[in-house]
Protein backbone atom coordinates (compact mmCIF):
# COMPACT_ATOMS: atom_id res chain seq x y z
CA UNK A 1 0.00 0.00 0.00
CA UNK A 2 0.89 3.72 -0.79
CA UNK A 3 2.28 5.56 2.38
CA UNK A 4 0.50 9.05 2.57
CA UNK A 5 2.80 11.87 2.67
CA UNK A 6 4.30 12.54 5.73
CA UNK A 7 3.62 16.14 7.00
CA UNK A 8 6.98 18.24 7.97
CA UNK A 9 7.22 19.68 11.30
CA UNK A 10 6.99 23.55 10.02
CA UNK A 11 4.07 22.91 8.00
CA UNK A 12 1.62 22.12 11.12
CA UNK A 13 -0.58 24.99 11.93
CA UNK A 14 -2.23 25.26 14.87
CA UNK A 15 -6.13 25.17 15.08
CA UNK A 16 -8.46 26.55 17.77
CA UNK A 17 -10.85 25.24 19.76
CA UNK A 18 -14.02 26.94 20.24
CA UNK A 19 -16.03 25.34 22.38
CA UNK A 20 -20.01 25.76 22.34
CA UNK A 21 -21.47 23.07 24.54
CA UNK A 22 -22.66 25.78 26.87
CA UNK A 23 -24.66 27.42 24.07
CA UNK A 24 -25.28 25.34 21.14
CA UNK A 25 -25.45 22.40 23.21
CA UNK A 26 -27.33 23.63 25.75
CA UNK A 27 -30.34 25.19 23.46
CA UNK A 28 -31.16 21.06 22.68
CA UNK A 29 -33.53 19.29 24.30
CA UNK A 30 -33.31 18.09 27.68
CA UNK A 31 -29.55 19.11 27.37
CA UNK A 32 -30.18 22.73 29.65
CA UNK A 33 -27.96 23.41 32.70
CA UNK A 34 -28.82 26.02 35.66
CA UNK A 35 -25.71 28.27 36.46
CA UNK A 36 -24.05 26.27 38.89
CA UNK A 37 -23.81 23.46 36.21
CA UNK A 38 -22.50 25.77 33.39
CA UNK A 39 -19.82 26.86 35.66
CA UNK A 40 -18.71 23.22 37.13
CA UNK A 41 -18.47 22.17 33.16
CA UNK A 42 -16.68 25.84 32.22
CA UNK A 43 -13.64 24.27 34.86
CA UNK A 44 -13.20 20.84 33.60
CA UNK A 45 -12.95 22.95 29.82
CA UNK A 46 -10.44 25.41 31.51
CA UNK A 47 -8.95 21.70 32.56
CA UNK A 48 -9.09 20.58 28.69
CA UNK A 49 -7.41 23.74 27.58
CA UNK A 50 -9.71 24.84 25.07
CA UNK A 51 -8.98 28.13 23.33
CA UNK A 52 -12.80 29.48 23.58
CA UNK A 53 -15.99 28.88 25.79
CA UNK A 54 -18.92 30.04 24.29
CA UNK A 55 -20.83 30.79 27.76
CA UNK A 56 -24.22 31.49 26.66
CA UNK A 57 -26.71 33.78 24.53
CA UNK A 58 -26.69 36.57 27.57
CA UNK A 59 -29.89 38.28 26.42
CA UNK A 60 -32.21 35.01 25.85
CA UNK A 61 -32.67 35.04 29.69
CA UNK A 62 -31.42 36.64 33.14
CA UNK A 63 -30.33 33.31 33.76
CA UNK A 64 -28.02 33.44 30.72
CA UNK A 65 -26.91 36.59 31.52
CA UNK A 66 -25.54 35.45 34.71
CA UNK A 67 -24.14 32.37 33.71
CA UNK A 68 -22.23 33.60 30.95
CA UNK A 69 -20.80 36.73 33.65
CA UNK A 70 -20.06 33.99 36.35
CA UNK A 71 -17.74 32.23 33.81
CA UNK A 72 -16.56 35.42 32.37
CA UNK A 73 -15.78 36.14 35.95
CA UNK A 74 -14.22 32.65 36.92
CA UNK A 75 -12.55 31.21 34.06
CA UNK A 76 -8.65 32.00 33.56
CA UNK A 77 -6.68 31.19 30.46
CA UNK A 78 -9.68 30.38 27.42
CA UNK A 79 -11.40 33.30 25.91
CA UNK A 80 -14.78 33.39 26.72
CA UNK A 81 -17.53 34.24 24.31
CA UNK A 82 -21.13 35.34 24.38
CA UNK A 83 -23.74 35.15 21.23
CA UNK A 84 -25.71 37.95 20.47
CA UNK A 85 -27.76 39.16 17.37
CA UNK A 86 -26.78 41.85 15.17
CA UNK A 87 -28.84 44.27 17.38
CA UNK A 88 -27.20 47.07 18.97
CA UNK A 89 -29.46 45.75 22.64
CA UNK A 90 -28.40 42.37 22.12
CA UNK A 91 -24.07 43.48 21.67
CA UNK A 92 -24.50 46.12 24.53
CA UNK A 93 -26.36 43.04 27.11
CA UNK A 94 -23.73 40.94 25.85
CA UNK A 95 -20.91 43.05 26.95
CA UNK A 96 -22.45 43.90 30.22
CA UNK A 97 -21.71 40.04 30.79
CA UNK A 98 -18.22 39.68 29.14
CA UNK A 99 -16.68 42.62 30.62
CA UNK A 100 -14.93 40.38 33.49
CA UNK A 101 -13.49 38.47 31.16
CA UNK A 102 -11.01 41.93 30.02
CA UNK A 103 -9.55 41.40 26.93
CA UNK A 104 -10.30 37.42 26.77
CA UNK A 105 -14.30 38.81 26.50
CA UNK A 106 -15.44 37.84 23.16
CA UNK A 107 -18.47 39.25 21.48
CA UNK A 108 -19.96 36.58 18.70
CA UNK A 109 -22.62 38.55 16.50
CA UNK A 110 -24.42 36.62 13.86
CA UNK A 111 -27.37 37.44 11.03
CA UNK A 112 -28.48 34.92 8.53
CA UNK A 113 -27.34 35.70 5.05
CA UNK A 114 -29.04 33.13 3.12
CA UNK A 115 -31.49 33.78 0.62
CA UNK A 116 -34.06 31.35 2.10
CA UNK A 117 -33.48 32.75 6.02
CA UNK A 118 -33.36 36.52 4.40
CA UNK A 119 -36.44 35.57 3.15
CA UNK A 120 -38.33 34.05 4.65
CA UNK A 121 -36.88 34.46 8.53
CA UNK A 122 -35.65 37.97 8.80
CA UNK A 123 -37.82 38.78 5.86
CA UNK A 124 -35.10 41.38 4.66
CA UNK A 125 -33.23 42.80 1.87
CA UNK A 126 -29.52 41.72 1.18
CA UNK A 127 -28.14 45.24 1.28
CA UNK A 128 -30.50 45.52 4.81
CA UNK A 129 -28.95 42.28 6.60
CA UNK A 130 -25.54 43.62 5.24
CA UNK A 131 -26.02 46.68 7.03
CA UNK A 132 -27.20 45.53 9.86
CA UNK A 133 -23.86 43.22 10.29
CA UNK A 134 -21.39 46.05 9.53
CA UNK A 135 -23.25 47.68 12.12
CA UNK A 136 -23.20 44.90 14.45
CA UNK A 137 -19.62 44.49 14.16
CA UNK A 138 -19.21 48.27 14.12
CA UNK A 139 -20.76 48.30 17.69
CA UNK A 140 -18.82 45.05 19.26
CA UNK A 141 -15.95 46.45 17.77
CA UNK A 142 -16.28 49.84 20.22
CA UNK A 143 -16.32 47.56 23.08
CA UNK A 144 -13.78 44.80 22.39
CA UNK A 145 -11.26 44.24 19.31
CA UNK A 146 -12.22 40.44 20.04
CA UNK A 147 -14.96 40.09 17.50
CA UNK A 148 -16.47 37.21 16.19
CA UNK A 149 -19.15 37.41 13.49
CA UNK A 150 -21.00 34.29 11.92
CA UNK A 151 -23.15 34.25 8.78
CA UNK A 152 -25.93 32.16 9.59
CA UNK A 153 -26.74 29.23 7.16
CA UNK A 154 -23.46 30.38 5.05
CA UNK A 155 -23.15 26.96 3.43
CA UNK A 156 -26.36 28.17 1.73
CA UNK A 157 -25.26 31.53 0.69
CA UNK A 158 -24.88 32.62 -2.60
CA UNK A 159 -21.11 32.67 -2.69
CA UNK A 160 -20.35 36.72 -4.34
CA UNK A 161 -22.71 37.82 -1.44
CA UNK A 162 -21.07 35.53 1.21
CA UNK A 163 -17.88 36.99 0.32
CA UNK A 164 -19.65 40.70 0.05
CA UNK A 165 -20.43 40.19 3.95
CA UNK A 166 -17.26 38.55 5.15
CA UNK A 167 -15.08 41.29 3.23
CA UNK A 168 -17.49 44.36 4.73
CA UNK A 169 -17.29 42.60 8.88
CA UNK A 170 -13.37 42.19 8.49
CA UNK A 171 -13.48 46.09 7.44
CA UNK A 172 -15.50 46.46 10.25
CA UNK A 173 -13.33 45.03 12.89
CA UNK A 174 -14.31 41.53 13.08
CA UNK A 175 -11.50 39.65 14.34
CA UNK A 176 -13.31 36.22 13.31
CA UNK A 177 -15.45 35.12 10.83
CA UNK A 178 -17.66 32.01 11.21
CA UNK A 179 -18.64 30.16 7.84
CA UNK A 180 -21.44 28.00 9.61
CA UNK A 181 -23.55 24.55 7.81
CA UNK A 182 -26.32 25.92 10.06
CA UNK A 183 -28.34 22.92 8.69
CA UNK A 184 -26.09 20.46 8.16
CA UNK A 185 -26.37 20.23 4.67
CA UNK A 186 -22.75 20.39 3.30
CA UNK A 187 -20.58 17.77 2.37
CA UNK A 188 -16.55 17.29 2.73
CA UNK A 189 -15.53 18.35 -0.82
CA UNK A 190 -18.56 21.35 -0.91
CA UNK A 191 -17.62 23.04 2.31
CA UNK A 192 -13.59 23.01 1.11
CA UNK A 193 -14.52 24.95 -1.94
CA UNK A 194 -16.72 27.43 -0.04
CA UNK A 195 -13.63 28.12 2.15
CA UNK A 196 -11.47 28.60 -0.59
CA UNK A 197 -13.66 30.40 -2.47
CA UNK A 198 -13.46 33.17 0.37
CA UNK A 199 -9.38 32.84 0.83
CA UNK A 200 -9.29 33.61 -3.13
CA UNK A 201 -11.82 35.98 -3.14
CA UNK A 202 -12.17 37.94 -0.06
CA UNK A 203 -8.79 40.97 -0.43
CA UNK A 204 -8.60 41.42 3.36
CA UNK A 205 -9.70 37.49 4.43
CA UNK A 206 -5.88 37.66 6.14
CA UNK A 207 -6.95 39.93 8.93
CA UNK A 208 -9.17 37.35 10.82
CA UNK A 209 -9.71 33.89 11.73
CA UNK A 210 -11.94 31.47 9.66
CA UNK A 211 -14.05 29.70 12.25
CA UNK A 212 -16.30 27.31 11.01
CA UNK A 213 -19.16 25.31 12.79
CA UNK A 214 -20.51 22.04 11.19
CA UNK A 215 -24.21 20.42 12.43
CA UNK A 216 -24.32 16.89 11.94
CA UNK A 217 -27.99 16.54 10.37
CA UNK A 218 -26.52 14.04 8.13
CA UNK A 219 -23.67 12.85 9.97
CA UNK A 220 -20.64 14.97 8.57
CA UNK A 221 -19.91 17.90 10.52
CA UNK A 222 -16.94 16.15 11.77
CA UNK A 223 -15.28 15.10 8.23
CA UNK A 224 -16.57 19.17 7.12
CA UNK A 225 -14.45 20.53 9.82
CA UNK A 226 -11.49 18.38 8.63
CA UNK A 227 -12.22 19.43 5.21
CA UNK A 228 -12.27 23.17 6.15
CA UNK A 229 -9.06 23.40 7.69
CA UNK A 230 -7.43 21.60 4.67
CA UNK A 231 -8.92 24.31 3.25
CA UNK A 232 -7.41 27.34 5.51
CA UNK A 233 -9.78 27.79 8.46
CA UNK A 234 -8.06 28.33 11.82
CA UNK A 235 -10.98 27.87 14.80
CA UNK A 236 -13.40 24.80 14.89
CA UNK A 237 -16.43 25.02 16.84
CA UNK A 238 -17.79 22.15 18.51
CA UNK A 239 -19.23 20.79 21.43
CA UNK A 240 -18.24 17.84 23.87
CA UNK A 241 -19.77 14.38 22.95
CA UNK A 242 -21.20 16.64 19.95
CA UNK A 243 -24.28 17.85 21.13
CA UNK A 244 -26.18 20.40 20.68
CA UNK A 245 -29.42 21.60 18.17
CA UNK A 246 -30.87 18.72 16.15
CA UNK A 247 -28.42 15.94 15.31
CA UNK A 248 -26.08 18.10 17.36
CA UNK A 249 -22.70 19.81 16.35
CA UNK A 250 -19.20 18.55 15.42
CA UNK A 251 -17.55 16.62 18.35
CA UNK A 252 -14.63 17.78 20.25
CA UNK A 253 -13.18 14.89 21.33
CA UNK A 254 -13.32 13.38 17.52
CA UNK A 255 -12.08 15.94 15.82
CA UNK A 256 -8.93 16.66 18.21
CA UNK A 257 -8.80 12.75 18.45
CA UNK A 258 -8.49 12.81 14.59
CA UNK A 259 -5.92 15.53 14.42
CA UNK A 260 -3.93 13.71 17.18
CA UNK A 261 -4.01 10.13 15.68
CA UNK A 262 -3.69 11.41 12.12
CA UNK A 263 -0.71 13.91 12.47
CA UNK A 264 1.17 11.82 9.74
CA UNK A 265 -1.12 13.10 6.77
CA UNK A 266 -3.34 16.28 8.89
CA UNK A 267 -0.70 19.00 9.59
CA UNK A 268 -2.45 20.22 12.21
CA UNK A 269 -1.92 20.54 15.85
CA UNK A 270 -4.76 21.90 18.95
CA UNK A 271 -3.85 22.86 22.53
CA UNK A 272 -6.08 20.52 23.66
CA UNK A 273 -5.22 18.40 27.07
CA UNK A 274 -6.49 14.85 25.48
CA UNK A 275 -6.48 12.92 28.75
CA UNK A 276 -8.99 15.59 29.87
CA UNK A 277 -11.87 14.34 27.30
CA UNK A 278 -13.00 11.31 28.89
CA UNK A 279 -13.94 13.35 32.67
CA UNK A 280 -15.46 15.87 30.31
CA UNK A 281 -17.85 13.66 28.88
CA UNK A 282 -18.70 12.16 31.87
CA UNK A 283 -19.11 15.17 33.65
CA UNK A 284 -21.72 16.57 30.70
CA UNK A 285 -23.28 13.21 31.10
CA UNK A 286 -23.62 13.43 34.49
CA UNK A 287 -25.14 17.30 34.49
CA UNK A 288 -27.73 16.78 31.60
CA UNK A 289 -28.27 13.09 32.18
CA UNK A 290 -28.04 12.41 28.65
CA UNK A 291 -25.89 9.12 28.07
CA UNK A 292 -23.63 9.00 24.97
CA UNK A 293 -24.37 5.87 22.74
CA UNK A 294 -22.01 2.87 23.96
CA UNK A 295 -20.05 2.87 20.50
CA UNK A 296 -19.78 6.62 20.18
CA UNK A 297 -16.30 7.27 18.90
CA UNK A 298 -13.12 8.03 21.56
CA UNK A 299 -15.95 8.52 25.11
CA UNK A 300 -18.09 5.90 24.26
CA UNK A 301 -18.17 2.98 26.87
CA UNK A 302 -17.47 0.29 24.28
CA UNK A 303 -14.98 2.38 21.98
CA UNK A 304 -11.95 0.82 23.77
CA UNK A 305 -13.57 -2.89 24.24
CA UNK A 306 -11.97 -5.85 22.48
CA UNK A 307 -14.78 -8.48 22.60
CA UNK A 308 -14.28 -10.95 19.17
CA UNK A 309 -11.75 -13.38 20.18
CA UNK A 310 -9.51 -12.96 16.86
CA UNK A 311 -9.33 -9.01 18.09
CA UNK A 312 -8.22 -10.31 21.54
CA UNK A 313 -5.62 -12.57 20.63
CA UNK A 314 -4.30 -9.86 18.34
CA UNK A 315 -4.53 -7.43 21.24
CA UNK A 316 -2.54 -9.77 22.99
CA UNK A 317 0.41 -10.02 20.67
CA UNK A 318 0.06 -6.32 20.11
CA UNK A 319 -1.90 -3.69 21.12
CA UNK A 320 -1.26 -1.58 17.63
CA UNK A 321 -2.98 -4.36 15.67
CA UNK A 322 -6.39 -2.99 16.90
CA UNK A 323 -5.82 0.11 18.96
CA UNK A 324 -5.24 3.30 16.78
CA UNK A 325 -4.96 5.68 19.66
CA UNK A 326 -4.61 4.21 23.41
CA UNK A 327 -7.08 4.78 26.24
CA UNK A 328 -4.57 6.89 28.63
CA UNK A 329 -4.28 9.35 25.64
CA UNK A 330 -8.58 10.24 26.24
CA UNK A 331 -8.15 10.08 29.94
CA UNK A 332 -9.44 6.60 30.19
CA UNK A 333 -8.24 4.87 33.31
CA UNK A 334 -9.65 1.26 34.34
CA UNK A 335 -12.99 1.73 36.66
CA UNK A 336 -11.55 0.24 39.23
CA UNK A 337 -12.10 -0.11 42.65
CA UNK A 338 -11.51 2.89 44.11
CA UNK A 339 -13.00 3.76 47.60
CA UNK A 340 -13.96 2.03 50.72
CA UNK A 341 -15.20 2.98 54.27
CA UNK A 342 -12.18 3.33 55.33
CA UNK A 343 -10.90 5.86 52.52
CA UNK A 344 -10.26 8.86 53.93
CA UNK A 345 -11.38 12.46 52.65
CA UNK A 346 -8.03 13.50 51.12
CA UNK A 347 -8.42 10.05 48.74
CA UNK A 348 -12.05 10.74 48.52
CA UNK A 349 -11.53 14.91 47.29
CA UNK A 350 -8.01 13.43 44.92
CA UNK A 351 -10.04 10.76 42.90
CA UNK A 352 -13.23 13.56 42.61
CA UNK A 353 -10.31 16.11 41.33
CA UNK A 354 -9.28 13.29 38.62
CA UNK A 355 -12.64 12.52 37.77
CA UNK A 356 -13.33 16.11 37.02
CA UNK A 357 -15.27 17.70 40.19
CA UNK A 358 -14.20 20.47 41.64
CA UNK A 359 -15.98 20.86 44.28
CA UNK A 360 -15.97 23.90 46.92
CA UNK A 361 -15.33 22.90 50.90
CA UNK A 362 -19.15 22.80 51.41
CA UNK A 363 -20.06 20.92 48.58
CA UNK A 364 -17.01 18.31 49.12
CA UNK A 365 -18.42 18.06 53.30
CA UNK A 366 -22.11 16.79 51.80
CA UNK A 367 -20.47 14.71 49.36
CA UNK A 368 -18.38 13.07 51.54
CA UNK A 369 -20.83 12.58 54.10
CA UNK A 370 -22.86 10.82 51.63
CA UNK A 371 -20.03 8.38 50.39
CA UNK A 372 -19.36 7.47 53.77
CA UNK A 373 -23.46 6.74 54.30
CA UNK A 374 -23.00 4.64 50.71
CA UNK A 375 -19.88 2.82 51.59
CA UNK A 376 -21.33 1.45 54.48
CA UNK A 377 -24.01 0.21 52.58
CA UNK A 378 -21.88 -1.55 49.78
CA UNK A 379 -18.26 -2.43 49.90
CA UNK A 380 -16.97 -1.13 46.83
CA UNK A 381 -17.61 2.46 46.01
CA UNK A 382 -16.60 3.27 42.25
CA UNK A 383 -15.93 5.89 40.18
CA UNK A 384 -19.70 5.89 38.52
CA UNK A 385 -20.67 5.92 42.04
CA UNK A 386 -19.02 8.96 42.51
CA UNK A 387 -20.08 10.90 39.93
CA UNK A 388 -23.61 9.83 40.86
CA UNK A 389 -23.20 11.30 44.32
CA UNK A 390 -21.87 14.76 42.99
CA UNK A 391 -24.45 15.07 40.38
CA UNK A 392 -27.20 14.84 43.21
CA UNK A 393 -24.90 16.71 45.56
CA UNK A 394 -24.89 19.69 43.29
CA UNK A 395 -28.29 20.94 42.93
CA UNK A 396 -28.38 23.26 44.92
CA UNK A 397 -31.35 25.66 43.99
CA UNK A 398 -34.07 23.05 43.64
CA UNK A 399 -37.09 24.14 44.45
CA UNK A 400 -38.34 20.18 45.51
CA UNK A 401 -36.70 18.23 47.67
CA UNK A 402 -37.32 14.81 48.71
CA UNK A 403 -37.43 14.14 52.49
CA UNK A 404 -38.44 10.94 53.08
CA UNK A 405 -40.39 8.05 50.63
CA UNK A 406 -41.65 4.64 52.43
CA UNK A 407 -43.38 2.35 49.72
CA UNK A 408 -45.27 -1.06 50.40
CA UNK A 409 -45.84 -3.24 47.60
CA UNK A 410 -45.77 -6.67 46.29
CA UNK A 411 -47.65 -9.54 44.87
CA UNK A 412 -50.07 -9.36 47.45
CA UNK A 413 -50.65 -6.05 48.01
CA UNK A 414 -51.43 -2.48 46.27
CA UNK A 415 -48.69 -0.56 46.08
CA UNK A 416 -48.96 2.29 48.47
CA UNK A 417 -46.19 5.47 48.23
CA UNK A 418 -46.00 7.81 51.71
CA UNK A 419 -44.14 10.96 50.49
CA UNK A 420 -42.60 13.35 51.81
CA UNK A 421 -41.22 16.94 50.65
CA UNK A 422 -40.18 20.18 51.29
CA UNK A 423 -41.61 22.61 48.90
CA UNK A 424 -40.09 26.26 48.71
CA UNK A 425 -38.73 25.46 52.10
CA UNK A 426 -42.08 24.09 53.70
CA UNK A 427 -42.40 20.32 55.03
CA UNK A 428 -45.60 18.54 52.50
CA UNK A 429 -46.80 14.86 53.12
CA UNK A 430 -48.82 12.63 50.94
CA UNK A 431 -49.89 9.03 50.36
CA UNK A 432 -50.93 7.59 46.99
CA UNK A 433 -51.88 3.99 45.75
CA UNK A 434 -50.89 3.38 42.44
CA UNK A 435 -49.98 0.25 39.72
CA UNK A 436 -46.74 -0.53 41.24
CA UNK A 437 -44.60 1.05 43.79
CA UNK A 438 -42.74 3.86 40.65
CA UNK A 439 -46.38 4.43 39.99
CA UNK A 440 -47.48 5.22 43.65
CA UNK A 441 -44.84 7.64 43.95
CA UNK A 442 -44.97 9.01 41.19
CA UNK A 443 -48.86 9.72 41.75
CA UNK A 444 -47.89 11.11 45.32
CA UNK A 445 -45.06 13.45 44.22
CA UNK A 446 -47.68 14.47 41.47
CA UNK A 447 -49.91 15.49 44.05
CA UNK A 448 -47.57 17.23 46.37
CA UNK A 449 -45.90 19.49 43.41
CA UNK A 450 -49.30 20.00 41.43
CA UNK A 451 -47.53 19.68 38.60
CA UNK A 452 -49.06 18.62 35.06
CA UNK A 453 -45.83 17.61 33.21
CA UNK A 454 -46.45 14.85 31.29
CA UNK A 455 -43.48 11.19 31.89
CA UNK A 456 -42.29 10.42 28.52
CA UNK A 457 -39.43 8.25 29.08
CA UNK A 458 -38.60 5.74 32.54
CA UNK A 459 -35.18 4.14 32.12
CA UNK A 460 -33.65 1.85 35.06
CA UNK A 461 -29.99 0.69 34.57
CA UNK A 462 -27.73 -0.18 37.60
CA UNK A 463 -24.51 1.85 37.45
CA UNK A 464 -21.68 -0.92 38.44
CA UNK A 465 -22.04 -4.79 38.81
CA UNK A 466 -23.71 -6.65 41.96
CA UNK A 467 -26.79 -6.77 43.65
CA UNK A 468 -25.41 -3.95 46.04
CA UNK A 469 -25.10 -1.61 43.56
CA UNK A 470 -26.89 1.62 42.99
CA UNK A 471 -29.26 1.89 40.62
CA UNK A 472 -29.92 4.83 38.09
CA UNK A 473 -33.04 6.03 36.84
CA UNK A 474 -33.45 8.76 34.22
CA UNK A 475 -36.78 10.09 33.18
CA UNK A 476 -37.79 12.39 30.88
CA UNK A 477 -40.64 14.78 31.07
CA UNK A 478 -42.48 17.24 28.71
CA UNK A 479 -44.62 20.51 29.00
CA UNK A 480 -45.11 23.44 27.14
CA UNK A 481 -42.85 22.18 24.79
CA UNK A 482 -39.92 21.51 27.26
CA UNK A 483 -38.50 18.81 27.87
CA UNK A 484 -35.40 18.14 30.71
CA UNK A 485 -33.91 15.05 31.87
CA UNK A 486 -33.73 13.98 35.61
CA UNK A 487 -31.52 11.32 36.84
CA UNK A 488 -31.34 10.07 40.30
CA UNK A 489 -29.19 7.29 42.28
CA UNK A 490 -29.30 5.15 45.09
CA UNK A 491 -29.17 1.67 46.54
CA UNK A 492 -33.06 1.57 46.37
CA UNK A 493 -34.30 1.95 42.76
CA UNK A 494 -37.79 3.19 44.40
CA UNK A 495 -35.73 6.52 45.64
CA UNK A 496 -33.54 6.41 42.73
CA UNK A 497 -37.11 6.97 40.64
CA UNK A 498 -38.76 9.69 43.11
CA UNK A 499 -35.00 11.47 43.27
CA UNK A 500 -34.93 11.19 39.01
CA UNK A 501 -38.44 12.39 38.92
CA UNK A 502 -37.88 15.05 41.57
CA UNK A 503 -34.74 16.39 39.76
CA UNK A 504 -36.74 16.98 36.39
CA UNK A 505 -39.26 18.85 37.35
CA UNK A 506 -36.45 21.05 39.50
CA UNK A 507 -35.05 21.29 36.07
CA UNK A 508 -38.54 21.92 34.10
CA UNK A 509 -39.04 24.97 36.67
CA UNK A 510 -35.96 26.60 36.50
CA UNK A 511 -36.60 26.53 32.71
CA UNK A 512 -39.73 27.82 32.95
CA UNK A 513 -38.50 30.58 35.04
CA UNK A 514 -35.57 31.16 32.90
CA UNK A 515 -38.20 31.73 29.58
CA UNK A 516 -40.12 34.06 31.75
CA UNK A 517 -37.05 36.04 32.63
CA UNK A 518 -36.39 36.26 29.39
CA UNK A 519 -36.14 40.17 28.57
O1 LIG B 1 -25.59 27.00 13.67
C1 LIG B 1 -25.38 28.22 13.61
O2 LIG B 1 -25.39 28.85 12.56
C2 LIG B 1 -25.12 28.90 14.86
C3 LIG B 1 -24.66 30.32 14.77
C4 LIG B 1 -25.42 31.21 15.65
C5 LIG B 1 -23.19 30.39 14.96
O3 LIG B 1 -25.20 28.32 15.92
ZN1 LIG C 1 -25.15 26.11 15.59
Redesign the pocket.
Known amino acids: MAKAKQVAKDETRIIKIFD ?1 TL ?2 GE ?1 APGNSMNIDEKLRFAKQLQKLNVDVIEAGFPIASEGDFEAVKKVAQSIKGPEIAG ?1 CRSSIKDIDRAWEALKYAGEKGRI ?1 T ?1 I ?1 TSDIHMKYKLQMEPAQVLESAVKAVKRAAGYTPNVEF ?5 VRTQLPFLAQVVEAVIAAGATTV ?1 I ?4 GYTVPFEYFNIIKYLKDNVPNIEQAVISV ?3 NDLGLSVANSIAAIQAGAGQV ?1 CTINGI ?2 RAG ?1 CSLEEFVMILRTRRDILPFITGIATEQLTPASRLLTNITGIAVQPNKSVVGANAFAHEAGIHQHGMLMDKSTYEIMTPESVGLTASALVLGKHSGRHAFKKRLEELGHDLDDEMLNRAFERFKALADLKKEVFDEDLDAIVTDESREEDQYKLEHITVTCGSFAVATATVQMEINGKPVRTAELGDGPVDSAFKAIRKLTKTKAKLTQYNVGSITGGTDAQGEVTVRVEEGGHTVVGKGASTDIIVASAKAFIHALNRLHCKQKRLMDAV
Open positions: TRDQLHFASCEDANPDTVHCHEGEN
